[in-house]
């Protein structure tokens, strides 16, 4: 398999090998598009969800309001923009 990109199996490092010159191009591609993916992807772990509204992850640190009609929690930006 390789290792770089995940497209590819291959049944012995000899094919690997044989190979590699026609698979570099498109291999270097998904492999870029593999290491975005994974900068740009954010725990889920690390926020309480997502406002329902923006959709922006809502923080830990900051105590987001409750809202009395469906009990969801919604940033204070949202929250600011409803008030107005």
Known sequence: KCTA???VRYC???CQKDH???HKKECKKRAAELHDELLFK???SSHFGDCPI???PL???NACPLTGCC???I???CNYANQM
């Open 54 to 56: 923006c959709f922006l």
């Open 42 to 44: 954010q725990n889920e």
């Open 12 to 14: 012995s490092v000899k």
């Open 59 to 61: 923080p830990i640190d």
């Open 71 to 73: 009990s969801n929690f």
């Open 20 to 22: 590699r010159p026609q």
């Open 5 to 7: 990109c995940y497209l």
């Open 75 to 77: 940033c204070n930006g």
